[in-house]
């Protein structure tokens, strides 16, 4: 499958968040203003084009000569976590309002299972470099796309009336299983499973 077509799929028939449900946790606790979740989006989509270049040079270059493939697990997250703590740093030092609009979900991008399972799918997939690259920018542009809709969606609906039950997360996870059910309608056209 070319890189573009791996792009297009990542973004829109198998978004990380809308068919897999990876990296919920930050995506439903940070989408209540759209600037600050397409901020969020930037980082994750900026660590998942890294990280997944720099595990896949690691894994087939180093792991996989050496046949030490069973840790993959451990360095995939050593490579995640230095990533977003260099992410986290720049962004301290030279966007301090983004730095604490984000607070404690910044550092947690590490422990974002959207960035590991886009390492693991890499390799259980078994792309090429170019191919993960797409990958990984595909599935950030796309966890970027669903935060930042179900923001705008959640700005909305904020000044309408919700029953008291609903209100909060209850609303976020209708709202979610709407959207993906809007991307998985895509899914015939691209599929990368």
């Known amino acids: 499958m070319s890189p573009f077509m791996i792009l297009f799929a990542s973004i829109f028939t198998n978004n990380m968040i809308l068919s897999n449900f990876l990296g ?3 995506f439903i606790a940070v ?7 397409m901020s969020l989006g930037q980082a994750v989509t900026f660590v998942l084009a890294i990280t ?4 896949w040079i690691v894994y087939h270059l180093v792991l996989v ?9 451990i360095v995939f997250i050593i490579v995640i976590a230095a990533s977003v703590q260099l992410i986290e740093m ?3 030092r030279y966007m301090p309002n983004l730095y604490y609009a984000l607070g404690i979900f910044l550092p947690l991008i ?4 959207a960035i590991l399972g886009v390492a693991l799918f890499m390799v259980i997939r078994d792309y090429n470099f170019l191919q993960a690259v797409a990958f990984g920018i595909g599935s ?6 669903a935060i930042t809709v179900l923001a705008g969606i959640r700005t909305r609906i904020a000044r309408n009336p919700i029953p008291e039950g609903l209100k909060g997360a209850g ?8 959207m993906a059910m809007a991307f998985i309608g895509m899914a015939g056209i691209v599929n990368m499973t």
């Open 24 to 26: 919920m946790c930050s």
């Open 31 to 37: 989408s209540n203003e759209v600037k600050t979740s």
């Open 52 to 55: 997944t270049a720099l595990n």
């Open 65 to 73: 000569p050496l046949g030490l493939e069973i840790y993959s697990f």
């Open 90 to 92: 720049i962004i301290d």
């Open 110 to 113: 590490t422990v974002n299972c």
């Open 140 to 145: 950030g542009l796309g966890w970027m796309l």
């Open 171 to 178: 609303i976020t996870i209708i709202i979610t299983g709407l």
